[in-house]
T-cell receptor, first 111, second 116 residues
């Protein structure tokens, strides 16, 4: 089954404790991205990757890092999480026809 | 920069009736894609329908159809024969056609409730 998976689905952590949210897709998509969703703000892009070893900032990259060492994986790294990073996070990957498919989301709470 | 506006924060409709969700966008691009995504209480983002700007014909997917007015920069979603399972947040989104970052620019969403 074609899908985008994220782990963990739910995470509660404390300020400053490094964490990684994994994202994996099995569709051989070149383009992957991370979004965060906040009430009243819709979804905003954090980072994206056009291919292996090619990443770039989106609209709200501060406090986040990413890497793309393999085509299927695109982890999101929070080196020192803060409460303003409490949000719902989505990973997405794109087909050649430009339709993006989303993972199930990761609910992150930073205390 | 592109912007997407959904002017209806909330809407409701009776089961089996038809409802139209509004979306307008602002862009100077000529080639782009438009999407409607559904987000049910499970929070999963589900693609409902997509439209290529170069196509004049409005996209249709079963009970879902769009009214794409390129000159007016309008992209409304019509849901026919509404079902209880259509209750969700609906997001309109815009994406340039392979022009750069290719991100989706989202509206703030419309919360649709289908009443029995």
């Amino acid at each position: 089954e074609a899908q985008v998976t994220q782990n963990p689905r739910y995470l509660i952590t404390v300020t400053g404790k490094k964490l990684t949210v994994t994202c994996s897709q099995n569709m051989n998509h070149e383009y992957m991205s991370w979004y965060r969703q906040d009430p009243g703000l819709g979804l905003r892009q954090i980072y994206y990757s056009m291919n292996v070893e090619v990443t770039d900032k989106g609209d709200v990259p501060e406090g986040y890092k990413v890497s793309r060492k393999e085509k299927r994986n695109f982890p999101l790294i929070l080196e020192s999480p803060s409460p303003n990073q409490t949000s719902l996070y989505f990973c997405a990957s794109r087909t050649g026809s430009d339709t993006q498919y989303f993972g199930p989301g990761t609910r992150l709470t930073v205390l | 920069a592109q912007t997407v506006t959904q002017s209806q924060p909330e809407m409701s409709v009776q089961e089996a009736e038809t409802v139209t969700l509004s979306c307008t966008y602002d862009t100077s691009e000529n080639n782009y894609y438009l999407f409607w995504y559904k987000q049910p209480p499970s929070r999963q983002m589900i693609l409902v329908i997509r439209q290529e700007a170069y196509k004049q014909q409005n996209a249709t997917e079963n009970r879902f159809s769009v009214n794409f007015q390129k000159a007016a920069k309008s992209f409304s979603l019509k849901i026919s024969d509404s079902q209880l399972g259509d209750t969700a947040m609906y997001f309109c989104a815009f994406m340039k056609h392979r022009g750069g970052s290719e991100k989706l620019v989202f509206g703030k969403g419309t919360k649709l409730t289908v009443n029995p």
